[in-house]
């Protein structure tokens, strides 16, 4: 077995700026892992005899397999509750709205969306999740990025917080499967429940699907937020 690692001048997760990967010796690729400076360090100055205990330290403060996406993660010292931070790229989804069967193209803002994850018994639970937007301005997220609020219904437009309705909590089998739950949140029909905020000053949602529908989201309909990225942390 091998490790491979990748290093950034402009790490996405700055908690964990190293991607790491294990290659077996049949091939299988494990990861990614991503992991802290100092454990790399400690690591690569151990005296070749302590080479593998060295490696078990290393994997003891590596993250679980993430999403892709990640560009933040953190865990209690239980690591029984989990938060994902995930970056979505602007784009076109289908979406229904509530009572209505036909679909309708819309497009989204480039998205954070954040997970708490409690874990029991080896099952993971979604407890929260956070929708904000930020400018497409191909530049990496960091602490001082400016959050908007998400425009579209279903989400507390102070807060970030996905309202799923009647759903039940979200249950998966690991935190990559968090890479479908901004999927399930798209599917869901969507209401008029906690309104639309964009610069076009269309109240309804219906309304305004009207007027956007089969073109990109234009970044100057956002709305801000009055928060930085680091204010989710």
């Known amino acids: 077995m091998k490790w491979c690692l990748e290093i950034t001048d402009v790490p996405q997760n700055t908690d964990f700026p190293i991607l790491g990967y294990q290659i077996m010796d049949n091939g299988v690729r494990r990861g990614p892992f991503y992991f802290r400076v100092e454990d790399l360090i400690t690591a690569l100055s151990s005296e070749p005899d302590f080479i593998g205990e060295a490696e078990e330290e290393l994997d003891k403060h590596s993250t679980p397999t993430l999403p892709l996406g990640t ?18 790229d602007k784009k076109m989804w289908e979406i229904r709205y509530e009572g209505d069967d036909e679909f309708h193209c819309i497009g989204f803002p480039r998205l954070i969306v954040q997970y708490l994850v409690e874990q029991s018994l080896g099952q993971y639970r979604v407890t929260e999740m956070r929708l904000f ?3 497409d301005d191909n530049k990496p997220i960091n602490d001082e990025t400016q959050l908007y609020r998400f425009p579209f219904p279903n989400v507390n437009k102070e807060s970030g ?6 759903n039940p909590r979200l249950e998966i089998k690991s935190l990559v499967e968090l890479e479908r739950a ?13 309104g639309v905020r ?14 956007i529908k089969e073109q990109p989201f234009n970044d100057e309909w956002l709305i801000p937020a009055n928060r930085n990225f680091a204010d989710l942390f």
Not at 161 to 166: A, E, H, L, R
Not at 200 to 209: E, S, V, Y
Request: charged share 20%; aromatic share 16%; proline share 6%.
């Open 71 to 88: 560009i933040r993660y953190s865990a209690n010292p239980l690591k029984t509750k989990h938060r994902v931070t995930m970056a979505i």
């Open 182 to 194: 901004f999927y399930w949140f798209v599917s869901a029909p969507f209401n008029e429940d906690w």
């Open 161 to 166: 917080i996905v309202c799923w309705g009647q």
């Open 133 to 135: 937007a930020v400018r």
């Open 198 to 211: 964009t610069t076009l000053g269309i109240p309804r949602f219906k309304t305004l699907i009207q007027r």
